[in-house]
């Protein structure tokens, strides 16, 4: 995905992208990620 990080956070945040916490980080599973990019696709298509 080519996205600024900010980017990544605000769609988090939002409740667009699930993401795990861990410290200060948080991860996106890489499932979720081909869900999300195949949604869009979908979307745009």
Avoid: I, N, W
């Avoid at 945040?13 to 795990?20: C, D, Q, S």
């Avoid at 916490?21 to 499932?31: I, L, N, Q």
């Amino acid at each position: 995905m080519r996205v600024s990080k900010m980017t990544v956070y605000r769609m988090v945040h939002g409740g667009e992208l699930p993401a795990v916490r861990v410290g200060r980080s948080f991860r996106v599973p890489e499932d979720e990620v081909q869900k999300y990019l195949r949604e869009s696709y979908m979307g745009t298509a």
